[in-house]
Nanobody, 129 residues
Framework: QVQLVESGGGLVQAGGSLRLSCAAS????????MSWFRQAPGDEREFVAG????????AYGGSTKGRFTISRDDAKNMVYLQMNSLEPEDTAVYYC??????????????????????WGQGTQVTVSS
């Protein structure tokens, strides 16, 4: 079965950096756009960043643009999120998600969490002030 397993979360001071990793298995990785979402208590799940199936294009949520970078390694079935200049407002559970694009590889990265097919269990990121 499909599994997405996140790692790399933790506690960091404001201004610090973290790198999240997501290991995918049970799917043909290059048939999926991959994204990161986050959710804080009481908030809706928020789009953080996404990358197309071939790594050619990336999209970012407004609050993270310029500070976060998404990348993927298709040889390892991995997707990463490098987070720099972290702020207390970045505190949330971060989720890896996969969106199948096998019927149309030309679609852009989708920022709507309801369109995604598979999800990881999440990893907690806490940024202290």
């Amino acid at each position: 079965q499909v599994q997405l397993v996140e790692s790399g979360g933790g506690l960091v001071q404001a201004g610090g950096s973290l790198r999240l990793s997501c290991a995918a298995s049970g799917l043909i990785f290059t048939r999926y756009h991959m994204s990161w979402f986050r959710q804080a208590p009481g908030d809706e799940r928020e789009f953080v960043a996404g990358i197309t199936w071939n790594g050619a294009s990336a999209a970012y949520g407004g609050s993270t643009k310029g500070r976060f970078t998404i990348s993927r390694d298709d040889a390892k079935n991995m997707v990463y999120l490098q987070m720099n200049s972290l702020e207390p407002e970045d505190t949330a559970v971060y989720y890896c998600a996969a969106d199948s694009v096998s019927t149309n590889y030309n679609v852009p990265v989708n920022s709507d969490f309801r369109e995604y097919d598979y999800w990881g269990q999440g990893t907690q990121v806490t940024v202290s002030s």
